[in-house]
């Protein structure tokens, strides 16, 4: 199968062509140029995906560039390395330490070694091109902009945005999912998830504590948004005249069909991601605590365990297997994640609708304390019992009465 590239940035297309339309001469401009400078970097990241071991591994090590409102990278001069210290320019440092945040993320949580666990040396390159409306990752380091100073701003100054910029680095070494359709908008919620729990993880947010959005600082004081996306709430980061109402689904039902193409946002990759965004939302708040440990480690080996082509249900059948792996059928925390799709509309495969409903019903009967996740825990997972034992009785006398009908005939 041929992989297909494409670059993976923060700011949807969606919304950089919506500015195409303002009338303001300047965010028009910066919009135009955003565009055409991500068309170009299309091409140069489908070619430099056709070379293999191109990121050499250094430890992790993090070295920052200054372009200088340059867009070749080659060009940009060393503003701050490992064993430096600290910068004058603050976009120069907080590039380091979102690249170090990321890092010592992935390590002490899941115990990788860098993006792509062979400790990959991480790059970042700030201040890239003029007026630049966007970051992104091309394969081998992140590139930050500036913003228009208008709409947007210095997009290093969002941790998360770097944590999931840089996570889809981890994507490309674990599933490759391909980007575009479904698969596409799992890379992109992917990112977010683990943009989410990178900033969470820092700031030592609980479920309860977090705000769930990214790219909340992203936006210039005078913009009415919230942030890019919500995954507590898809479709309500914001709803304004410039960008007009966030279109990001929370339900399969709400599924966007777009075409696989640039307009199309290759099938909806950064607007359909918020239905697993919200699962894995759902999935954090109905297990409580810290989202980056169960919740997060579900999600992690379930990314590992897919593959480029994988689907949201093939996504949300290997969640459920992983939670069971890890922490046992009928525990806590399946029971959180099966609720969780269930939830967003995508049936966990295999799990009988009534059995699927009883332990939703039996998961939210339980109260959330903050710490461990459930109050009442035992009584839930009695009462679950008791509930699957007579829906096993039933199916059980519905195959006697067909047994019995067969041989009748």
Same mark, same amino acid.
């Given at each position: 199968?041929?992989?297909?590239?494409?670059?993976?940035?923060?700011?949807?297309?969606?919304?950089?062509?919506?500015?195409?339309?303002?009338?303001?001469?300047?965010?028009?401009?910066?919009?135009?140029?955003?565009?055409?400078?991500?068309?170009?970097?299309?091409?140069?990241?489908?070619?430099?995906?056709?070379?293999?071991?191109?990121?050499?591994?250094?430890?992790?090590?993090?070295?920052?560039?200054?372009?200088?409102?340059?867009?070749?990278?080659?060009?940009?001069?060393?503003?701050?390395?490992?064993?430096?210290?600290?910068?004058?320019?603050?976009?120069?440092?907080?590039?380091?330490?979102?690249?170090?945040?990321?890092?010592?993320?992935?390590?002490?949580?899941?115990?990788? $070694?860098?993006? %792509?666990?062979?400790?990959?040396?991480?790059? /970042?390159?700030?201040?890239? =091109?003029?007026?630049? &409306?966007? #970051? +992104?990752?091309?394969?081998?380091?992140?590139?930050?902009?500036?913003?228009?100073?208008?709409?947007?701003?210095?997009?290093?100054?969002?941790?998360?945005?770097?944590?999931?910029?840089?996570?889809?680095?981890?994507?490309?070494?674990?599933?490759?999912?391909?980007?575009?359709?479904?698969?596409?908008?799992?890379?992109?919620?992917?990112?977010?998830?683990?943009?989410?729990?990178?900033?969470?993880?820092?700031?030592?947010?609980?479920?309860?504590?977090?705000?769930?959005?990214?790219?909340?600082?992203?936006?210039?004081?005078?913009?009415?948004?919230?942030?890019?996306?919500?995954?507590?709430?898809?479709?309500?980061?914001?709803?304004?005249?410039?960008?007009?109402?966030?279109?990001?689904?929370?339900?399969?039902?709400?599924?966007? $069909?777009?075409? %696989?193409?640039?307009?199309?946002?290759?099938? /909806?990759?950064?607007?359909? =991601?918020?239905?697993? &965004?919200? #699962? +894995?939302?759902?999935?954090?708040?109905?297990?409580?605590?810290?989202?980056?440990?169960?919740?997060?480690?579900?999600?992690?080996?379930?990314?590992?365990?897919?593959?480029?082509?994988?689907?949201?249900?093939?996504?949300?059948?290997?969640?459920?297997?992983?939670?069971?792996?890890?922490?046992?059928?009928?525990?806590?925390?399946?029971?959180?994640?099966?609720?969780?799709?269930?939830?967003?509309?995508?049936?966990?495969?295999?799990?009988?609708?009534?059995?699927?409903?009883?332990?939703?019903?039996?998961?939210?009967?339980?109260?959330?304390?903050?710490?461990?996740?459930?109050?009442?825990?035992?009584?839930?997972?009695?009462?679950?019992?008791?509930?699957?034992?007579?829906?096993?009785?039933?199916?059980?006398?519905?195959?006697?009465?067909?047994?019995?009908?067969?041989?009748?005939?």
């Amino acid at each position: 199968m041929t992989r297909i590239c494409r670059p993976n940035c923060i700011i949807p297309p969606h919304l950089l062509e919506k500015l195409l339309r303002s009338d303001d001469s300047e965010v028009h401009k910066a919009a135009l140029a955003t565009l055409l400078t991500t068309a170009s970097l299309r091409g140069e990241r489908t070619v430099r995906a056709t070379f293999a071991g191109a990121a050499a591994p250094g430890n992790g090590r993090r070295t920052v560039f200054d372009c200088q409102n340059g867009r070749v990278l080659s060009l940009a001069e060393t503003a701050r390395s490992e064993d430096g210290p600290p910068s004058a320019d603050e976009s120069v440092n907080r590039a380091f330490d979102g690249l170090g945040a990321t890092r010592d993320f992935y390590h002490d949580v899941f115990s990788r $070694n860098s993006i %792509d666990d062979q400790g990959m040396r991480l790059d /970042g390159y700030v201040h890239f =091109s003029s007026h630049y &409306n966007n #970051a +992104f990752w091309d394969g081998r380091q992140m590139v930050f902009g500036d913003g228009d100073g208008k709409i947007f701003t210095d997009f290093t100054a969002s941790v998360d945005v770097i944590a999931h910029e840089l996570t889809h680095g981890v994507t490309e070494n674990t599933a490759a999912l391909v980007y575009h359709n479904q698969s596409g908008a799992l890379n992109e919620s992917v990112s977010d998830v683990f943009g989410s729990l990178v900033k969470q993880w820092s700031m030592k947010q609980s479920v309860d504590e977090a705000d769930w959005l990214i790219g909340a600082e992203v936006f210039t004081p005078g913009i009415e948004a919230d942030a890019l996306r919500s995954m507590k709430a898809p479709g309500q980061a914001y709803d304004n005249p410039l960008f007009g109402k966030d279109p990001q689904p929370d339900h399969m039902s709400k599924y966007a $069909n777009l075409p %696989d193409s640039d307009n199309g946002d290759f099938g /909806g990759v950064h607007i359909n =991601s918020g239905i697993p &965004n919200r #699962a +894995f939302y759902l999935t954090a708040a109905g297990i409580g605590g810290f989202a980056w440990e169960s919740p997060g480690l579900i999600w992690y080996e379930s990314l590992k365990a897919s593959s480029a082509e994988t689907q949201f249900q093939d996504f949300a059948d290997t969640t459920y297997q992983k939670a069971e792996e890890l922490f046992g059928a009928g525990s806590h925390e399946q029971l959180a994640v099966l609720a969780a799709w269930q939830d967003v509309g995508v049936q966990i495969s295999g799990v009988p609708t009534g059995v699927a409903r009883a332990r939703s019903l039996a998961a939210g009967r339980n109260g959330h304390d903050g710490r461990d996740g459930l109050v009442g825990r035992e009584d839930g997972l009695a009462a679950l019992s008791k509930q699957i034992g007579a829906l096993s009785l039933q199916v059980t006398g519905l195959a006697k009465d067909v047994t019995a009908l067969k041989a009748g005939r």
